[in-house]
């Protein structure tokens, strides 16, 4: 089968490979619709970012069918539609034991440590599998795990009914944390954004511009070090900061604007039971991601369409979605 391999920076190839057997434990799937995050796209412009070697097949965002069964799987029949937590996690650490198996001692991710999506089957774990229901398609199925990023953060900055939120960077993750922010009843959400198409997107989503206020929560998701002061000084007094981007370098802030404030800084790392959340959340018309649907390229675009559009090309959607079959 054909599968889009990451081999080193700019050198992601189009490879003829086996059809993956699944070992003990493990399901293979049929991949319905994958989508390309903005980590490989990273991996694929200067990486090896979280890579440990390569080649590996990229790809952790996907909706599929299950199609064969490894020993020792229960739970799980063929024909089942399903997407993937893309955690790998060891199950037996302190923090998997106590279910924050996003922080597991010895975590890796589907599609950057085992071969991922990006190629017509794949074999995963069977217990990162969840279930879709009839009423969420294959393309809302591939969004499930980059929205659930998006539920995390809000759920680590307990956004109650009512509350008023702020949304620092709108790419997938700002776009999940502003969808997941209105289904937890936020009041108001306010998105700051450079580029002027993604701000169009967030307007339509129901965002606005954030202006001079103050908010009961910030989630920054641009991981930009440089937009960490000013994140800060956007939280209430007594509200939170949640620190959903990564930023690659240290960051400079002062400590006193914490206390003197009594604000809350929180990390929020991808996400722990929360895919089930985000397809009760689809099923039941409460997430809305019409606007990030389009149709889907080809694997044999997946380089031009796919990575170099998204690298190069500002209107490129947020999400380009692949059909590996
Ligand atoms: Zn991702
Ligand atoms: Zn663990």
Known sequence: MLAARWHAARDVRLEEVPEPVPGPGEVLVEVACAGICGTDVSEYRDGPHMIRSG???????????????????SGVEPGQRVCGDACIRCGTCEWCRRGEYNICRSGASVGLHRDGAFARY????????????????NAAGALVEPLAVGLHAVRQGRVT???????????????????????AGAARIAVVEPRPERLRLATELGGEPAGRNRFDVVIECSGLAEAMPAALEMVRRGG?????????????VDLG????????VIGAL??????????A???AGRLDVSPLLCPPISLAEILGGGFERSLNDPAAPLRVLVNPA
């Open 240 to 252: 939170r900061l949640v620190l959903a981007g990564i930023a690659h370098t240290p960051a400079t």
């Open 270 to 279: 991808g996400y722990r039971y929360d895919l089930e959340r985000v397809v």
């Open 161 to 183: 009914p009512g509350d008023s939120v702020a949304v620092v960077g709108f790419g997938m993750v700002g776009c999940a944390a502003l969808l997941a922010a209105r289904a």
């Open 281 to 283: 959340l689809l099923a």
């Open 122 to 137: 794949l074999t995963v774990p069977a217990y990162t599998l969840v279930p879709l229901p009839d009423a969420v398609s």
């Open 257 to 264: 604007r914490i206390v003197y404030y009594e604000r809350e």
């Open 55 to 73: 080649p590996v097949t990229l790809g952790h965002e996907w909706s599929g069918r299950v199609t064969a069964l490894g020993m020792q799987v």
